[in-house]
């Protein structure tokens, strides 16, 4: 199983799209059981708070559900968990590097 992990600051706009929209196409393409798939954040401003209202609603204009997620922070052992790693800007693989170290 692949393991992927999308980082952003916050964890409720941009990795949380990342993620849904990553799943969505594993699934169109019945790869789902080959993929585990999430998304973390580098801050813990916004631990336990759901998607946020835009991203969820850019989505549902899609089709794609954010149902049940709610932000969680990144730890040095998803480093070992994750085959990758993947941070939505500069700052945050500045973020990531910090969190896991070099």
């Known amino acids: 199983m692949i393991k992927v992990l999308f980082v952003c600051l916050g964890n409720i706009c941009r990795s949380p799209m990342a993620e849904f929209v990553m799943k969505d196409l594993v699934e169109k393409k019945n790869l789902a059981s080959e993929f585990y798939i999430a998304s973390a954040a580098t801050s813990s401003e916004e631990i336990g708070n759901p998607v946020h209202h835009g991203t969820r609603n850019k989505l549902k204009e899609l089709g794609i559900s954010t149902a049940g997620k709610c932000a969680v ?29 070099e």
């Open 73 to 101: 922070q990144l730890k040095k052992k998803d480093y070992e968990d994750y085959d990758y790693i993947l941070g939505m800007e500069q700052r945050n693989i500045a973020g990531i590097m910090r969190i896991i170290g």
